[in-house]
């Protein structure tokens, strides 16, 4: 009996003293506590509000509070955020913030949590948050949010309804001409651009040095729209050169390019009769590195002596290197890209600039196609458009009306 | 058939991505980033293409003796030197032979041919700042006003310098640089619809 007295008694000394020593690993950092505080925080208890604030596929759920009264914000140490996935309790920390915050996001995108067993929040997933006041005496009181929350992924970004509605005119816009290019057939007036008239010289003037002709397609890759529209100037350029029998060089930067650019010479050879005058030669991959290609195609320039040089797609800092070389050799040169800051590097070493979207109108102007023409038509008209909301806007601005201000600078940022 | 199943494709990727654009559903976004794999995957797969390109041309070259020919034998064993490197173990390590060639022969070699763009540069701006014309001259004055501003002895002269600089980069630059960025962005977009209903056709190789 006594025996059994007095294993019950170590029993009990042994859980007490490891659930004393457990408190204190917890909470070396109780020292003392000002319990006047205490009715302060309860007093003040800050009521967690929930919103679902999932975007960009990313979701997030977004946790705000009253701030804390500002007489017992020395006293706090931390405010903690804890979630619990099941139900009311299992409460697992994920955030600690300064006592003076009043939101917290908690997003599927965020890695570093305090409790790595909270893992990301997910969607369809019921979640409940709490809200943790750490005195700096080590003690926590904690508030629950008003209610749970299940985080919805969303269908449409809201924010993006400007640029939304732009597209949608833009797009009609586009379809409409169209509709009318193909009734009235080519009989649009469009603007007349200098550098395009200017090839068909250019590539004169070669057939009578009988020396070659070189269109660069630069570094871009084959989806910029850059190097899309840099295809149907080739296709012309070819089909001249295969008309005047004059040499082609296409030296490429990217393989994929390089394909694109063999079949639109192949098949501008073919329409122009002189199948047979087409060479895989002509068209070819260089290397994918920047300086290692200028060194490449300005070495070709100088040993070939080519007439005239075409550039024509997404240019860098190699802009200068290559059209400096081709001045230095006395050819023709006509450029287009759509980087502003290469612009003027061309401007000053090319005989013809295409400036920004003059590129992309090229293959309107060259076809003469009518369902290309209309496209270029919505064009301007869109611009117009666009003109008038930077009017607006400016007025907007001016004269503070918020809601036409949001919306205009929204459509034009997306612009 | 030929063309019309890769516009179809074309049309029907490009019009998921538009849409894909406003949605921020966990779908989309998977469907976005999977077009981006493909993307690179594809990109991959075209490698030996260029590889073969460029090695047929260079043998040609070097067998019909063309003009530069001797390049083009450096050109073919750089090639095959520094893909036989590549494949030897630890080849990436700093202090393997594969990074001392890369190191102390090709970065210099890029670096030479980027700091020729200092020399063109100072050759360009002669020609573009001669006072030709009312344009040029407008252009000369503001290119001075600006590299005063930009240099300490601009700042040493008079204070103005700067804000005079500062006044031209933010106003009449910028202006002119966001009315052809509008322009581009019009411009894009129409490429974009063009290729989506299958009007323009030139990235097929055809028109």
Same mark, same amino acid.
């Given at each position: 009996?006594?025996?059994?007295?007095?294993?019950?008694?170590?029993?009990?000394?042994?859980?007490?003293?490891?659930?004393?020593?457990?408190?204190?690993?917890?909470?070396?950092?109780?020292?003392?506590?000002?319990?006047?505080?205490?009715?302060?925080?309860?007093?003040?208890?800050?009521?967690?509000?929930?919103?679902?604030?999932?975007? $960009?596929?990313?979701?997030? &759920?977004?946790?705000?509070?009253?701030?804390?009264?500002?007489?017992?914000?020395?006293?706090?140490?931390?405010?903690?955020?804890?979630?619990?996935?099941?139900?009311?309790?299992?409460?697992?920390?994920?955030?600690?913030?300064?006592?003076?915050?009043?939101?917290?996001?908690?997003?599927?995108?965020?890695?570093?949590?305090? $409790?790595?067993?909270?893992?990301?929040?997910?969607?369809?997933?019921?979640?409940?948050?709490?809200?943790?006041?750490?005195?700096? +005496?080590?003690?926590?009181?904690?508030?629950?949010?008003?209610?749970?929350?299940?985080?919805?992924?969303?269908?449409?970004?809201?924010?993006?309804?400007?640029?939304?509605?732009?597209?949608?005119?833009?797009?009609?816009? &586009?379809?409409?001409?169209?509709?009318?290019?193909?009734?009235?057939?080519?009989?649009?007036?469009?603007?007349?651009?200098?550098?395009?008239?200017?090839?068909?010289?250019?590539? @004169?003037? =070669?057939? +009578?040095?009988?020396?070659?002709?070189?269109?660069?397609?630069?570094? @871009?890759?084959?989806?910029?729209?850059?190097?899309? =529209?840099?295809?149907?100037?080739?296709?012309?350029?070819?089909?001249?050169?295969?008309?005047?029998?004059?040499?082609?060089?296409?030296?490429?930067?990217?393989?994929?390019?390089?394909?694109?650019?063999? +079949?639109?010479?192949?098949?501008?050879?073919?329409?122009?009769?002189?199948?047979?005058?087409?060479?895989?030669?002509?068209?070819?991959?260089?290397?994918?590195?920047?300086?290692?290609?200028?060194?490449?195609?300005?070495?070709?320039?100088?040993?070939?002596?080519?007439?005239?040089?075409?550039?024509?797609?997404?240019?860098?800092?190699?802009?200068?290197?290559?059209?400096?070389?081709?001045?230095?050799?006395?050819?023709?040169?006509? =450029?287009?890209?759509? +980087?502003?800051?290469?612009?003027?590097?061309?401007?000053?070493?090319?005989?013809?600039?295409?400036? @920004?979207?003059?590129?992309?109108?090229?293959?309107?102007?060259?076809?003469?196609?009518?369902?290309?023409?209309?496209?270029?038509?919505?064009? $301007?008209?869109?611009?117009?458009?666009?003109?008038?909301?930077?009017?607006?806007?400016?007025?907007?601005?001016?004269?503070?009306?918020?809601?036409?201000?949001?919306?205009?600078?929204?459509?034009?940022?997306?612009? | 058939?030929?063309?019309?199943?890769?516009?179809?494709?074309?049309?029907? %990727?490009?019009?998921?991505? %538009?849409?894909?654009?406003?949605?921020?559903?966990?779908?989309?976004? !998977?469907?976005?980033?999977?077009?981006?794999?493909?993307?690179?995957?594809?990109?991959?797969?075209?490698?030996?293409?260029?590889?073969?390109?460029?090695?047929?041309?260079?043998?040609?070259?070097?067998?019909?003796?063309?003009?530069?020919?001797?390049?083009?034998?450096?050109?073919?064993?750089?090639?095959?030197?520094?893909?036989?490197?590549?494949?030897?173990?630890?080849?990436?390590?700093?202090?393997?032979?594969?990074?001392?060639?890369?190191?102390?022969?090709?970065?210099?070699?890029?670096?030479?041919?980027?700091?020729?763009?200092?020399?063109?540069?100072?050759?360009?701006?002669?020609? !573009?700042?001669? !006072?030709?014309?009312?344009?040029?001259?407008?252009?000369?004055?503001?290119?001075?006003?600006?590299?005063?501003?930009?240099?300490?002895?601009?700042?040493?002269?008079?204070?103005?310098?700067?804000?005079?600089?500062?006044?031209?980069?933010?106003?009449?630059?910028?202006?002119?640089?966001?009315?052809?960025?509008?322009?581009?962005?019009?411009?894009?977009?129409?490429?974009?619809?063009?290729?989506?209903?299958?009007?323009?056709?030139?990235?097929?190789?055809?028109?």
């Amino acid at each position: 009996m006594c025996k059994t007295i007095r294993l019950l008694l170590g029993l009990v000394a042994g859980v007490v003293l490891c659930s004393l020593s457990a408190v204190c690993a917890m909470e070396p950092a109780v020292i003392s506590m000002d319990y006047s505080v205490t009715p302060r925080i309860l007093k003040s208890k800050p009521v967690a509000k929930v919103d679902d604030v999932s975007s $960009d596929g990313i979701i997030a &759920v977004k946790i705000t509070w009253d701030p804390l009264d500002a007489e017992i914000l020395p006293y706090i140490e931390n405010i903690l955020i804890y979630r619990s996935a099941i139900s009311d309790d299992d409460f697992k920390l994920i955030g600690t913030l300064k006592a003076e915050s009043t939101e917290y996001i908690d997003a599927s995108d965020t890695e570093a949590r305090i $409790d790595p067993a909270a893992g990301p929040v997910r969607s369809n997933w019921v979640y409940y948050y709490k809200i943790g006041v750490l005195t700096r +005496e080590g003690f926590i009181f904690l508030f629950s949010a008003e209610d749970y929350i299940i985080p919805q992924p969303v269908w449409f970004d809201i924010e993006k309804i400007a640029p939304f509605i732009a597209t949608l005119i833009f797009f009609i816009l &586009v379809i409409g001409f169209i509709q009318v290019a193909r009734r009235r057939g080519a009989d649009l007036y469009v603007r007349p651009i200098a550098g395009m008239n200017e090839i068909d010289n250019a590539i @004169g003037r =070669a057939t +009578e040095m009988g020396r070659p002709i070189l269109y660069v397609l630069g570094l @871009g890759s084959p989806e910029d729209i850059a190097t899309i =529209a840099s295809y149907t100037i080739l296709a012309r350029v070819a089909k001249k050169t295969a008309e005047f029998r004059t040499d082609l060089i296409v030296p490429c930067n990217e393989p994929i390019v390089m394909t694109i650019a063999q +079949e639109t010479v192949r098949n501008a050879y073919l329409e122009a009769g002189h199948p047979d005058a087409y060479s895989d030669d002509m068209v070819f991959f260089v290397t994918s590195m920047q300086f290692a290609y200028v060194a490449a195609v300005n070495g070709l320039m100088l040993r070939e002596r080519t007439a005239t040089n075409c550039y024509f797609g997404k240019f860098y800092a190699e802009s200068l290197l290559l059209s400096e070389t081709g001045n230095i050799a006395g050819s023709i040169q006509v =450029a287009g890209t759509d +980087e502003v800051a290469q612009l003027p590097f061309f401007v000053t070493t090319c005989d013809y600039t295409l400036i @920004g979207e003059e590129l992309y109108a090229a293959s309107a102007y060259l076809g003469r196609d009518p369902l290309l023409l209309g496209a270029l038509k919505a064009q $301007d008209y869109a611009k117009a458009i666009t003109m008038v909301l930077i009017y607006l806007a400016t007025i907007a601005l001016s004269v503070n009306i918020a809601g036409i201000t949001i919306f205009v600078k929204g459509l034009i940022d997306y612009l | 058939m030929k063309r019309r199943i890769p516009i179809l494709i074309v049309s029907i %990727t490009g019009f998921l991505l %538009t849409v894909q654009y406003f949605c921020p559903h966990p779908y989309s976004e !998977a469907f976005y980033n999977n077009a981006l794999d493909w993307l690179v995957i594809i990109g991959i797969f075209a490698m030996p293409l260029g590889i073969y390109s460029m090695v047929r041309i260079q043998f040609q070259k070097v067998a019909r003796q063309e003009s530069g020919w001797g390049f083009a034998v450096i050109s073919l064993i750089s090639l095959f030197v520094m893909l036989g490197l590549g494949y030897t173990p630890k080849c990436l390590e700093a202090g393997s032979f594969f990074m001392k060639l890369f190191e102390f022969i090709y970065i210099p070699i890029q670096a030479t041919m980027f700091s020729l763009l200092a020399f063109y540069i100072a050759s360009a701006a002669y020609r !573009a700042f001669r !006072a030709r014309n009312l344009l040029a001259s407008i252009v000369l004055v503001s290119a001075i006003l600006v590299m005063l501003g930009r240099v300490p002895i601009g700042m040493a002269i008079h204070p103005i310098f700067p804000e005079i600089a500062d006044w031209i980069m933010n106003f009449p630059n910028m202006a002119a640089q966001r009315a052809i960025n509008i322009g581009l962005g019009l411009g894009a977009a129409s490429t974009a619809i063009k290729i989506v209903l299958g009007v323009e056709r030139s990235y097929m190789g055809f028109e």
